[in-house]
């Protein structure tokens, strides 16, 4: 959306919010009105049209505040949950970061040292990532009998939030420990394996907020590949025993 339309256009109207509105809110409110007049149910496109714009801009920490900044209406107050959540994430960033800096270098051909990542990262990580890839294909059906009930979008997101945690606890325990040299390769391909994972889950939330088909095929092709990677990885660790 250009800035000439959000300087005109009052964006927390649109979602019927005033600008004190948290950021749960206004993700409530989009989902909410999406659903209501999403054409398949009866809605019309311009609609659709004004509630993504306002989505775009106040479903984003960063834009909403220079939003609010050039309306005048204290960007400070309305963005305070979004930088937190920044801040957050930018701690937990340090953290994982110390944890690399600190982590002891051993050397190369360090038979015990493979054996001991393999136990210890790899193991629980293809645990984790398990458990988001093997039971989507079930949550999927249960939400597809009717995409618009909310019950059924409500246990579907919450899959999708008890995944988003999971996969938290892999790039944690992938950061955790360095990848021994002899493993580069299949450190390599286990990292590409949680980010498909991760990007997957990335386009299912965007589904989830405007039932838009794309990203639900986006994200369901994504764990497709990214089941077929990890069973790729589960032979070639075989190939790893020691």
């Given at each position: 959306m250009?800035?000439?339309?959000?300087?005109?256009?009052?964006?927390?109207?649109?979602?019927?919010?005033?600008?004190?509105?948290?950021s749960a809110e206004i993700k409530a409110a989009y989902r909410a009105l999406v659903k209501q007049h999403h054409p398949d149910a009866g809605g019309d496109d311009d609609t659709i049209l004004a509630l993504n714009a306002a989505w775009e801009v106040l479903g984003d920490g960063e834009r909403r505040r220079r939003y609010d900044d050039q309306r005048g209406i204290g960007a400070a107050a309305s963005s305070a949950a979004a930088s937190q959540a920044e801040a957050a994430a930018a701690a937990s960033e340090t953290g994982r970061g110390a944890r690399r800096a600190a982590?002891?270098?051993?050397?190369?051909?360090?038979?015990?040292?493979?054996?001991?990542?393999?136990q210890q990262v790899y193991a629980p990580i293809d645990?984790?990532?398990?458990?988001?890839?093997?039971?989507?294909?079930?949550?999927?059906?249960?939400?597809?009998?009717?995409?618009y009930d909310d019950r059924l979008m409500e246990a579907f997101c919450g899959f999708l939030a008890q995944s988003q945690a999971k996969i938290e606890k892999v790039e944690?325990?992938?950061?955790?420990?360095?990848?021994?040299?002899?493993?580069?390769?299949?450190?390599?391909?286990?990292?590409?394996?949680?980010?498909?994972?991760?990007?997957?889950?990335?386009?299912?939330?965007?589904?989830?907020?405007?039932?838009?088909?794309?990203?639900?095929?986006?994200?369901?092709?994504?764990?497709?590949?990214?089941?077929?990677?990890?069973?790729?990885?589960?032979?070639?660790?075989?190939?790893?025993?020691?």
């Open positions: 250009s800035q000439s339309v959000a300087g005109t256009r009052n964006l927390y109207a649109v979602l019927g919010l005033t600008h004190r509105a948290t982590a002891p270098r051993r050397g190369d051909k360090d038979d015990g040292l493979l054996l001991a990542w393999l645990r984790l990532l398990g458990q988001v890839i093997n039971p989507f294909p079930a949550q999927l059906r249960e939400l597809a009998a009717d995409p944690a325990l992938f950061g955790s420990v360095p990848c021994p040299p002899s493993a580069r390769g299949f450190g390599l391909s286990l990292y590409h394996c949680l980010s498909q994972v991760k990007d997957a889950l990335q386009e299912l939330e965007r589904y989830t907020m405007g039932y838009v088909d794309g990203y639900l095929h986006d994200g369901r092709e994504m764990l497709r590949e990214a089941k077929q990677r990890r069973s790729l990885l589960k032979q070639e660790r075989r190939r790893l025993e020691l």
